[in-house]
């Protein structure tokens, strides 16, 4: 985070407020840094009968079998959306995944849905041919209800519509088709929306699952997809990358709004710039560097941005030396002479490319270096390919995990996306700004924790989840926890409070443990809902004090509704991330209609 907590805002910075992953290897942001960190691949090599596609296929001497399988992506609950079990199994995998990632980007933010009176952008990037393979729904003649249920589940235009209708949000909602760079793109519009005041909130990201799943694929000379299933960004050995799925969502707000509304910033985008090579390109489908070097020197440009002060290159990374090659060639040009020297890295060595959310697993991995102030190692550059000519350009390839210590002073990471078809797509981003200064935490004050899910199962798993974060994270603040928690989480009927002075007494009353007096929904006391003074919003308090929020706590559990903003008012208190709703998912999944 910056050093100077006193900066002008540039009214056209965006905050990114809340994020959500999952990817090979990975079920939360959190499990994908720490591989990251640990150079973890999270490729995995399969085995025959672990593979569905045509046996011809499987017996191929070129056929690779290898991808990076995504955990779960047959998986859903739609119980926490109040959705039918027949319209969950109608519902492609995309449009499943991209509803939970967007419940959880608001969640990770600090903003319950029911409880935001603002337009919020719903923009998403998946891939038309996923819903064909699911299972494409009958030629209908008919266009009755049943009917455009169907259609509306399956369809790819309507994943970002869904997702806004099934969360009760209001907003502008696009679904894109640019490819590879799908992710870059939905980024890209969300800002011009905010920016533009269409929007007060914006959810951006993309869907991928790619079907048959787990599936490997044939390797051709000099094509994208890697001889041995293995990844190796900028190294003199590499022969391409490997298929992988995912979905990744961010919550983004203008800059100035986010600090003001005391939200946790993860990261600023400084700029972004989308084109597209047309009829300029070498070959159809190939990168053109002066169109990429281009949409590389527009984001740094929108952006104010000079080129010496970005640190870290996360480059499309390939890992076929003619494509890499291209890549290096077009970011110098945009990059230009200069004496500073940029990292340059590829997360695709990881997990592969992702298709529509490959650019998603960039922007993570950068925005969670810009946060950390850590530099990950490109995993399986051990060789790097001298044809790439390092030496005479800014970058330096990271072989090595390092702390990042800017040249400049400043923390920002240029992250560049291409699609085939010509899409080009770079998002430039820069370190969190430094919070206010504020006053130290009130000791011992007494405060309302709060816990909601729709069993009783779930809210245990809630409060294990907690309390392990709060034991891991020993700089969370327990007013923080608590603001995050009451006005940040949708309210579902199983309940839990509890009245605590510290975070020691909250992690003792989550695990459960005497002496801290906690209540729940399975034991909800008997109180007298007269007692509390009304707004339109619930019951408030009588007071602050220990009594007056045990009773406030007693009259929640047994499904009073509470007004959250009253009991915060006047407070100083920020929104922190805190775990997710913990999804109980079963297998949906459709063979026929």
Known sequence: MTDNPEQEYDPGDVAVIGMSLRAP???TKEEFWDNLVHGRESISFLAKDDIHVDETLIHSPFYVRACGVLDGYDRFDPSVFGISDRMAAAMTPENRLFLESAWESLEDGGYDPDRLKAEVGMYGANNPQTAALYSSPPD?????????????????????????????LTGEAVTLAAVCAGFHYAV??????????????????????????????????????????HCRPFDAHGTGTALSSGVVTVLLKPLSHAVADRDHVYAVVKGSAVNNNGVSAMAYGLA?????????????????VAPDTVGLYEANGLGLPMTDELEVHAASMAFGKQTATTSIGGVKGNVGHGGVVSGGFGAVKAALALYHRKLPATVNLTEVNPDLDFPATPFVPQLEGADWEPESGIRRAGITSIGGGGYNAHLLLEEPPAPAGRAAEETGRPRLATLSALDDEALDRQRARLRERLEADPDLRLDDVCFSLNLGRKVLPRRWAAVVRSRAELIAALA???????????????????????????????????????????????GQQVDFDALHRGEASHRVPLPTYPFQPRRFWRTDW
């Open 188 to 229: 890209h519009l969300a800002c011009q929306s905010l920016l533009l005041g269409q929007t007060d909130l914006a959810v951006a990201g993309g869907a991928m699952v790619r079907l048959p799943h787990p599936r490997g694929h044939l390797w051709e000379e000099n094509r994208v997809l890697s001889k041995d299933g």
């Open 512 to 558: 459960g443990e005497g002496g801290v007096p906690a209540v729940s929904t399975a034991a909800a006391p008997r109180g007298d809902a007269g007692a509390f003074t009304r707004t339109d919003q619930g019951i408030v308090p009588a007071g602050r004090d220990a009594d007056a929020l045990a009773a406030l706590a007693d009259a929640w559990v047994s």
């Open 25 to 27: 290897g990975a079920r």
């Open 288 to 304: 053109q560097p002066e169109r990429l070097s281009a949409c590389i020197a527009a984001a740094m440009e929108v952006g104010g």
């Open 140 to 168: 209908r003649v008919s266009v009755g209800p049943e009917a455009i249920e169907a259609s509306l589940a399956w369809s790819p235009d309507t994943m970002t519509s869904n997702a806004l209708y099934y969360l009760g």
